[in-house]
């Protein structure tokens, strides 16, 4: 992901918290309301779930590029000591193996 568009996205999740907290101040000053309460900490728990969710995604993305290089890198040691394998050519009806 491009860092620009992350530090965006990062600051909007840092601006959803502070405008959560912001009222939840001002809901504790006005009059204590169980229920505003409680809709600011599900709005809060939310909030910091999907930006778990949402730096958990980036770093698979990074992790499958590496398995994918590092799976490249064995399949290469394996033909060095291996060498190229035999292929088969397959016929349009399935009937005729022939090595190439």
Known sequence: MNPIRREVLNGLFVL????????????????????????IVMAAAIAVSGYVIFEFV???????????????????EWLKRVGTPALLDVGVEGGSFEPI
């Open 16 to 39: 959803v918290i502070s405008t959560l907290l912001s009222a939840a101040i001002a809901a504790f000053e006005i009059k204590f309301n169980l229920q505003v309460w409680a809709l």
């Open 58 to 76: 980036l770093s698979a993305e990074d992790r499958e590029l590496r398995f994918m290089a590092s799976t490249e890198n064995r399949e290469k």
